[in-house]
């Protein structure tokens, strides 16, 4: 017996711009805010930075990603390392 399977969804593409797909409910994810501040830990081989992504969050359900990341900072503020997200 054949297994009936969710269609693929392909994200769109807006101003040379891919736009996220929910995961959970399979919604396009708008970009809410730029230049959040998330953080990158420090491990052995590498020192903490902090970059600059886009917000994307569900209509849905309020499922959100960062993605987009740009060059890391030099310097970033105490004030921006307090607001920084960071990776778990």
Known sequence: MWETRTPLVLPV?????????????????????NEVPVKDEATEKFPSTVRYGDLYECPGCGHQIVTGFGQP??????NLLKEAWTYK
Request: charged share 35%; net charge positive.
């Open 73 to 78: 900072l030099e310097s970033p503020s105490e």
């Open 13 to 33: 593409i807006e101003d040379n711009k891919m736009q996220p797909i929910c995961n959970r409910c399979k919604r396009l994810m708008p970009c809410v805010r």
